[in-house]
């Protein structure tokens, strides 16, 4: 089992009711998975807005560790220790 | 008044010289709205049509131009912006500022599209305009009030709360390089120092109430185009993050990707950030949500300090990049200190982003011991200091003692005239300080700094695609062929093209009189293809996507030409040593610098700019019909007045040389 920490940001927050929490995960986890899994588990504004047509939404911005998730990232198996950062889409300056 | 051939517009405009007190209404020459659209392209004609190279930012020659465009004021989404165009006293090259609010519909509802000052006025005054009643007023007893108190007793005066006012503060009027102009409600229109030139007219305040409508070239199509835009921004994926927390949502967006800049950018990243979040100030201090005219986002927010020392600050318009310049930039993280600057800054009419510029460019010197202990006028500049913060503020505005005198100059002219190595810590490019966009963290945004036309800028271009990987946003724009690098902050692949269309983009936005963060940019429901079917229903012009991206270029290559007259070349289009030769050391961007070298030689072949001088070519000018720009440009180069016009600019180009500082 591996422990990682995730973070709410944004309206995400307010949709899952917590700013941040730490999970128990199977080693060999995903960033995919954990999106599954949050979407599964979370209330459905939350589910509508991390994950579409069976694949985390890609409007989601996601970063492990301060390194923003890219496509190619999303397979990747998490590690003890890993913190994820989830926003919902935003931009701007 | 004859029907003027196009709808859409006023079809009149103000020529106001404060030197004699002569106000003209005459109508607006085709060729600036068949050619320039309105906005910052009509100002830009006229700056380069009436104010030649010789002429300084603060002389009675300068113009000040307050410009609408063709789509302010009607019922598509955010249409209530409207520009301020000059000479810029902070860059000496072309200035211009955007605000929105309600001023600019008002002007239209007035029956005037734009007003072009001149002069100077001999004694303190303000412009009325209540439809066709257009009246120059004393300003003494206004003259020394901050903008609120203006504001207020404008409106007290005309007896009319809705009245809509644009005016300057002590800044302003003490000619602090970086003021701002206010406009009714707590709106700034804050870079390039146009509040600056109202201070050096002697023009306090612009009061305006219209009660007329706009006349549409086809009111029913334009209806269903504007309950369509409406609709499809209210639900676009982007809409929910920016109308919840406007642009402060985006400082723990920018944490990670390492574009936050701390410490006068020496890191991408603020350990505070949490403390001055969006989400800290919609918690802590949010009074209610707001919008500007006709906006559907309503990203604008008002905010208030209840209790403690700042007890009794009212905010509105706190946005991501004072939340930055104020806070991390200086390592300030007393959320209720940064709202106190900012209003601080509103109420003075202060630039938050140069001012925070300049301070943060201050306590790095006291830092590294380039200013002495006596030049500091009894301060303590130690980063994170809130007080020293919010008193320089107030010193800068009022240019009082050595510090705030030198800080009003603007970073840039303050090394120049400081020396001593202080140079390489002025953050800035063609005398305009950057804003909290790290071209380290997102190569597009280091390009746009450079090739901005009003010095470093992240508007001009505002290339959101690639800040966090806006993918489905890229292709909706561009199909998929520039993925995946088009997208990635860190790739420089494409970012010239990108780029460059987006600053096209935005001189049509800019000329239009609608708002880049409110449904053209970051949420692009209005595109080029929409943005040129409102503009034909509104004005009747044949209006094709075609014609509006040349109309964009034209307008974009003008500015460059009116920097060429003042000296402006390749040799300006560059970053602080920072950005290009100190890998970031945060977040995302860890171990990236801004690879200018490769962008920069892309950027100028698609642009149709000489390689060698980064200026455009004789075939490029006369393809935007701009021939004579080419024979001028060639002219002042031959004579030496655009060098002459360079060595008064005042300021040093950014430091590039070599350095010893890891950081």
Known sequence: MITIHVRYFNFLAAYIGQKSQSLELPDGFTITDLIHKLAQEGPPAFREIVWREDQPNPHLRIFQNDTLVDNNRMKTPLATGDTIMLFPAISGG | MSEYPYAGYAGQ????????????KLPIPLDWVENYLGGNGIGVKILWD?????????????????????????????????????????????GDSNAGGHFGPELKFAGYDLIVFEGQAPEPVYLSIHDDRVELHPAKHLWGRDTFTTEALLQQEHQDPNLRVACIGPAGEHLVRYASIQVTYRRSAARSGMGAVMGAKQ??????????????????????????????????????????????????????????????????????????????????????????????????????????EYAGTLNSSVEYETLNALGARLCVRQLDA????????????????????????????????????????????????????????????????????????????????????????????????????????????????????????????????????????????????????????????????????????????DSSGNCKSGGTFVMAEIYWQDQAEAIRLATGMEMSVSRLCQTGERIYNLMRCYNALHGITCEDDTLPWRFTQIPSPSGNARGSICHLEIMLPEYYRLRGWDARTGLPTQRTLARLGL??????????????????AYEQLGWSPPYVGPTKDAL
């Open chain 2, 338 to 509: 940064v709202l106190k600057a900012n209003e601080r800054c509103d109420a003075l009419g202060l630039d938050t982003i140069s001012a925070g510029g300049a301070i943060a460019f201050a306590m790095e010197l006291a830092e590294k011991g380039i200013l002495g202990p006596a030049e500091m006028d009894g301060l303590d500049l130690r980063w994170g200091d809130a007080r020293t913060l919010i008193t320089l503020l107030e010193r800068i505005a009022a240019r009082q003692g050595f510090l705030g005198d030198l800080l009003a100059e603007g970073t840039a002219r303050a090394a120049h005239w400081l020396g001593r190595g202080s140079e390489r810590y002025a953050m800035h490019v063609k005398g305009q300080d950057i804003p909290a966009q790290d071209g380290r963290a997102q190569q597009s945004m280091g390009l746009a700094h450079v090739t901005s036309s009003r010095g470093a800028d992240h508007l001009k271009a505002f290339p959101v695609l690639d800040e966090t990987g806006a993918i489905e946003e890229a292709v909706r724009r561009y199909g998929d062929k520039y993925l995946p690098d088009l997208v990635n902050p860190l790739a420089t692949q494409y970012k010239a093209f990108l780029v460059k269309d987006c600053e096209d983009y935005a001189a049509i936005v």
């Open chain 2, 50 to 94: 009436e104010v030649p190279a010789n002429i300084q930012p603060l002389d009675p020659e300068n113009k000040l131009i307050i410009a609408t465009g063709p789509l302010c004021g009607l019922p598509i989404p955010n249409t209530g912006r409207l520009e301020f165009i000059a000479k810029s006293p902070l860059t000496g090259i072309y």
């Open chain 2, 203 to 308: 023009l306090k305040a612009v009061a305006v109430r219209g009660t007329g409508g706009i006349r549409l070239a086809e009111p029913v199509k334009m209806q269903a185009l504007a309950l369509k835009l409406h609709q499809r921004i209210r639900t676009n994926p982007f809409y929910r993050s920016v109308h919840t927390y406007g642009t402060p949502g985006l400082v723990a967006l920018m944490q990670p990707i390492g574009r936050f800049p701390t410490q006068n950018f020496r890191y991408g990243s603020f350990d505070g950030f949490e403390d001055i979040s969006g989400e800290a100030l919609r918690e802590q201090h949010l009074l209610r949500d707001t919008a500007c005219y006709s906006c559907p986002i309503g990203c604008d927010k008002v905010y208030t300090v209840t209790d403690g």
């Open chain 2, 627 to 644: 021939e004579a720009a080419h024979s001028r440009l060639r002219a002042a180069v031959a004579s030496g007045a655009s060098k002459a």
């Open chain 2, 13 to 24: 405009y103000l020529r106001v010289d404060l030197t004699k007190g002569n106000i003209q």
